[in-house]
């Protein structure tokens, strides 16, 4: 791509401030919950201008350094499952790359509005079922009363933990699993190739890890942070061999998410199990209807509804006021269980490893 | 007892992501250029600053809440 055509824009204090607000905040709950900032910190920066690819290139190239720290950080407390992390981001990698390749397809096909349909269609399909998922199952620990222990494994999991097939298992420590690295392939897979569409892999990565692997909550949200480090790295180097890394965007979101992530990551110590599930469910469940309010914008566009350009306009802003509550919702959530905790007078010692 | 806070390194890593910050100010457009560039190593060079200012930052941004006071209990 000829850098020439590209527009960088002319930063003013007022979007330094956004991205240090938004990046904080954003770092905050990938501290906690593993991933999350990036559905808002992308298009944040495009409504300030910047070119789309430039807005996920940008934003790649902050969301390894970001994921490395708290990695790093987490694997302090022993949350950190670095080969799961390792064998996931294998074949995220792989779905990463084809699904690009599809964006591409359909891109080429239906054009711009065709895309934007196509992504939030997988918003709202993805997050509506993941997010009622996860809180079904945070309601259910809550109402047991057992919302001190550690998670308790789905029977799905119990499930795929007791299929040997021999020659592909392989056992990770940290999160005290055994699995057929053919349960691994697919999740890691369906993780990078949602991070292809929406940007946060996530979304299906962690509950994935949690409810299909058996791994603990704790132990899942900081193995994310791996694969978000292996993916952000090599999509920024994607990104930097055409040119299109605004490095000013990269490091003042990183200005203000590296404090963020610190206190997410500290947060997770101090709140219960179950209120990962909480905040993760909330923000997805708070997204998926962000997107829903777009998605008959864009099938107007393609011409298979008719609204109002007024209604549009209301819709596209109430959708990004949803985007950027969410993510708010979720750092009060955290900031909130924190200081809970912190009055209850416990700082518990958290098991480094699950029972 | 009492950890003393960690107050040297705090004020030198909160020195070196400073400058590093301050350089990013100071040599905006030279950098934007640089960093578009798409020859030879120069791709490179968002990657390099990112690992260079996740140290520098991190370090700082991790002292900065435990001078504060706000920190877990480590493994």
Redesign the interface.
């Known amino acids: 791509m000829d ?1 020439a055509t ?1 527009q ?1 824009i002319d ?1 003013q204090y007022g979007n330094v401030l956004a991205l240090l607000a938004i990046g904080f905040v954003g770092g905050l709950v990938s501290g906690f919950i593993g991933s999350g900032g990036a559905f808002v910190l992308t298009p944040a920066m495009m409504s300030m201008g910047v070119p789309g690819v430039v807005a996920v290139a940008s934003n790649l ?2 969301k ?3 994921a ?2 708290g990695a ?2 987490r694997n ?3 949350h950190v499952d670095v080969k799961l992390g390792l064998v996931m981001a294998a074949s995220a990698a792989i779905g990463v790359w084809l699904g690009a390749d599809i964006q591409h397809q359909i891109k080429g096909n239906f054009g711009e509005p065709g895309s934007n349909l196509y992504v939030s269609l997988a918003f709202v399909i993805v997050l509506a079922i993941v997010g009622g998922f996860v809180l079904h199952d945070a309601v259910t620990v809550y109402r047991s009363g057992k919302s001190d222990e550690q998670d308790r494994v789905s029977r799905l999991a119990r499930w795929v933990q007791s299929v040997e097939i021999p020659g592909t298992m392989m056992h990770f420590r940290t999160a005290n699993i055994r699995v057929s690295v053919l349960f691994t392939l697919p999740l890691g897979f369906a993780t990078g190739l949602l991070a292809s569409i929406i940007a946060v892999g996530g979304f299906v990565g962690v509950p994935g890890m949690m409810y299909v692997l058996g791994a603990p909550g704790l132990i899942a949200t900081a193995t994310e942070l791996v694969i978000a480090f292996v993916m952000g ?1 090599g999509g ?2 994607k990104y ?9 965007l ?2 003042i979101l ?2 203000g998410s ?2 963020g ?3 997410g ?2 947060g ?3 709140v219960k199990p179950f209120m990962i599930k909480v905040v993760m469910a909330a923000i997805m469940l708070i997204v998926a209807v962000s997107r829903g309010l777009v998605v008959p914008v864009y099938l107007t566009e393609l011409g298979q509804l008719d609204i109002e350009p007024s209604t549009m306009a209301w819709l596209q802003m109430a959708s990004f006021a949803l985007l950027v509550l969410a993510l708010c919702v979720g750092a009060i959530i955290i900031i909130a269980a924190m200081l809970l905790g912190h009055r209850a007078g416990a ?1 518990r ?2 098991e ?1 490893a699950p029972e | 007892m009492e950890q003393s806070k960690p107050y040297p390194q705090l004020i030198a890593s909160g020195i070196a992501s400073g400058t590093l ?1 301050f350089l ?1 100010y100071f040599y ?1 457009p030279e ?2 250029a640089a ?4 020859d030879g190593w120069y ?5 390099v ?3 260079a ?2 140290f520098a ?2 370090a ?3 002292y ?2 435990e001078v504060l006071g ?6």
């Not at chain 1, 930097?240 to 000013?248: N, T």
Request: aromatic share 16%; glycine share 6%; hydrophobic share 55%.
């Open positions: 850098s590209i960088f930063l190239c902050h390894f350094p970001k490395l720290v790093h950080q302090k407390f022993g790295f920024t180097i930097a061999l055409h040119g299109l890394v605004d490095i000013r990269a490091l990183l200005a590296l404090f992530i610190q206190l990551v500290i997770t110590i101090y700082i010692l958290k480094s | 910050y990013l905006e950098i934007l960093f578009t560039r798409t791709p490179a060079l968002p990657v600053a990112a690992f200012f996740s930052h991190g700082f941004t991790a900065f809440w706000v920190k877990g209990r480590r493994k």
